[in-house]
């Protein structure tokens, strides 16, 4: 039982590249989360899917994209990266009852 | 604006102290309340949930609710060095699932 699974765990980008961040569940959970998180200011939700077919911004969501793909899978989207975009990448799901499960989190550096 | 604060520390505590640890939160609509513990390089693993006002314990650890003052606090009794991390204070924001995290508490356990 693998959890939340997130790839890539590293990447490189340089300014205007694109890139996508996978994320996939097997726990049959109805709601995906991205977040970002930057030294000092905690995680800050970039999109989220409260069901599958349905997408919605967060609290930071300018220069993103996503998919949800279907129920297992959700996807955030880079279509010209910013160097403001450096920053650690965690997708998560959420369960009936509890708190998020997280995924390993994918750390990308823009130059 | 929805905030949740922490003191960023580090917080220094004695291998078998006890450790306590402080969030604030500015909704005074919220209801549930969540404390992860991130080491570093890892993602948010949970550790404790809490929805009522009062004290909750498992384990070494206790979660206390006041919503009165908006404060929820966790104790960490008996610290080990092996819980050296950082401890983020979440709320959960809505009925879409989203939270609201801190920044984080580092903490230390000296031997």
């Known amino acids: 039982n693998a959890g939340v699974t997130q790839t890539p765990k590293f990447q490189v980008l340089k300014t205007g590249q694109s890139m996508t961040l996978q994320c996939a569940q097997d726990?049959?959970?109805?709601?995906m989360y991205w977040y970002r998180q930057d030294p000092g200011m905690g995680l800050r939700l970039i999109y989220y899917?409260?069901?599958?077919?349905?997408?919605d911004k967060g609290e930071v969501p300018n220069g993103y994209n996503v998919s949800r793909l279907n129920k297992r899978e959700f996807s955030l989207r880079l279509e010209s990266a910013a160097p403001s975009q450096t920053s650690v990448y965690f997708c998560?799901?959420?369960?009936?009852?509890?708190?998020?499960?997280f995924g390993s989190g994918t750390r990308l550096t823009v130059v | 604006q929805k905030e949740v604060e922490q003191n960023s520390g580090p917080l220094s505590v004695p291998e078998g102290a006890i450790a306590s640890l402080n969030c604030t939160y500015s909704?005074?609509?919220?209801?549930?309340f969540f404390w992860y513990r991130q080491y570093s390089g890892k993602s948010p693993e949970l550790i404790m949930f809490?929805?009522?006002?009062g004290d909750k314990e498992d384990g070494r650890f206790t979660a206390q609710l006041n919503k009165a003052s908006q404060y929820v606090s966790l104790l960490i009794r008996d610290s080990q060095p092996s819980d050296s991390a950082t401890y983020l204070c979440?709320?959960?924001?809505?009925?879409?699932?989203?939270?609201?995290f801190g920044a984080g508490t580092q903490v230390v356990v000296t031997p």
């Open positions: 998560a799901s959420l369960g009936p009852t509890y708190g998020y499960t």
């Open positions: 726990m049959n959970h109805n709601s």
């Open positions: 899917s409260a069901s599958e077919g349905t997408t």
């Open positions: 909704d005074r609509g919220s209801q549930s």
């Open positions: 809490i929805y009522s006002n």
């Open positions: 979440a709320v959960r924001d809505d009925s879409w699932g989203k939270f609201q």
